[in-house]
């Protein structure tokens, strides 16, 4: 899509935006399709003093939609591939690991997803590290799992 003008791909950021979330260099790649590069550093830079554009509200709102669902490992992964910054990332995962528990998260998926390891220990290890779950916290998680099915306080 070739778009002639800084008003106009200043409009067309802004209707991208406004249809979902992006991290900077996510939409500096979709805006360079068809733009002049230095166009796109102004729209950038505009988008951000205007407050629409922030790696780190972006990487905010990603750990708290998928929270529960994924580990750290795989958000770091995830986030760092959307093209956030190491330094962005990693402050927002430590604040997010200090409001966390990632045993107790790893158990509520072992109990949501009893399909995807059928009480076999081997398959919830793998289930949760491929999740993104620390292999410690998969054990402990798999041990208070099996407590809670034998009736055992975990």
């Known amino acids: 899509m070739a778009i002639d003008g800084h008003k106009d791909l200043f409009l067309y950021a802004l209707r991208l935006l406004g249809a979902r979330a992006y991290s900077e260099s996510a939409l500096r790649r979709k805006l360079a399709r068809g733009a002049n590069p230095e166009v796109v550093e102004a729209v950038l830079s505009q988008i951000k003093s205007l407050g629409y554009l922030d790696d780190r509200g972006y990487a905010e709102g990603y750990v708290r939609l998928h929270a529960g669902k994924w580990g750290v490992a795989k958000l770091r992964r995830m986030l760092l591939e959307k093209g956030v910054s190491r330094s962005i990332v990693d402050q927002v995962l430590t604040e997010w690991e200090a409001e966390s528990d990632p045993v107790d998260e790893a158990l509520a998926l072992l109990s949501r997803y009893i399909s995807r390891h059928r009480g076999e ?3 919830a290890l793998r289930f949760l590290t491929s999740r993104g779950f620390a292999l410690k916290d998969a054990h402990v998680a798999w041990e208070r799992y099996r407590g809670q099915q ?5």
């Open 121 to 123: 220990k081997q398959r």
């Open 150 to 154: 034998s009736g055992c306080p975990g």
